[in-house]
DNA sequence: AAGTGGTCTAGACCACAAA
DNA sequence: TTGTGGTCTAGACCACTTG
């Protein structure tokens, strides 16, 4: 390896000696010091460099332990989680929106003992569905923390998706993806079969460990997520 | 803000300014080296949280254009994509595994006309079951490119997606979520309903261009990825 | 042409965890 | 106790992009 130009080719010499098995799994690899000697470089930028790998899950490191070469690397994917609007302008489609219902109900099983809610006797439950070129696409079915959203805040023009991200930057949340079969109701909402599998994505959003909302966005049949890596 | 003691007081101001709105959806924030005079600390540690605010989604940097609140942020959640024996031994489960098929087949038609595969008359398809505490888990549906595994390699007591990440770092590929229902191949074998909503994960591996291998899981009823943002 | 982010360097000190 | 990564600073130059 000739000299390194900059944190980049610090990362792709290192990214070559792990495919490489130069640095085999599970070994510990030159520390810092001793890479920017080699390389010919400050030791910032090879830290720069491995600190990217780390992220990525190439490498593992740890003060005083130093950094290794994972036996089994744990890849990463990252999903963008857009605004629905956008997701279907970005495929060419024309975002339609219809709400379908909008008012305070008594809070499901599985968030009336979420802390922060105990006193909330009654929920916002907005149901809504996203259409592209006029076919349905998503079904969104989500609950509202009534302390955190203006009564006021109508949801016929802008949906709650939307509305939330515009206007309640999260600070945490968790967020699962699974399948569901869809069943008589869901079927006619978004113009399928009954038992046709469509893909689930639930997020639970809180605002400094105070839940903000709770989401099931329901896809039409063969919707999938995509990312490259 | 009092005085900056390192990145993370940089990010976590900026990122409380951006919810409480003193930098507006859209608008530019004030440049780095401002930010730095102001909070006490050096440009290269502004450089640094801001950088990772908006790796993040939560700003959006150009050079010369300087710095922006996004009017729409487009947040990301990251997966990790383990080794299925891990993941399932992470669940507390232990993991079995059963090679149902090894062999050459002609390639089938998503994948006759790859980039780097022309040339194959056929490749190898691999299916196997993963179960966890005996039962089954995920099927696991592969196509392997033969230049790139020797073909002495067994799959029988290894899984492939095991030895592949163990032997055959990656480069790029794709991922893809969506749910499938069961035929009657999949219920038989993942012990469910024919009909049943099944979380189906697509990877396509390349290195250098060059296609590694295309594999499908399929996971039981009831699956889920999750993550915490 | 000029403004802004991107990065490098050298030296320094700190924090954490292994020995 | 000590080695290793984590980070800060000040100054500098570069690269992209906008006006």
Redesign the pocket.
Known sequence: MAR???????HDEALRRIRARVWAPGAR?????DLATEL??????V??A??EL?RTGWLE???????RVPLTPVRKATFDIAIIRHEIEARGARHGYRLLSDRLEPAPDGLRAAPGLEGAAALRHVRALHLADDRPYCFEDRWLNPALVPPATSFAAMSANEWLVRNLAYTRGTLAVGAVAADAALAALLGCAARDALLRIERVTLADRVPITQVALTYGPGHRMETAT
Not at 4 to 10: S, Y
Not at 40 to 45: E, I, S
């Open positions: 390194a130009r900059g944190w980049q080719d610090v690899i030159p520390d810092e010091a010919g470089c400050a030791r910032v930028t830290n720069r491995l600190r780390a490191r740890r003060r005083k332990g130093g950094t």
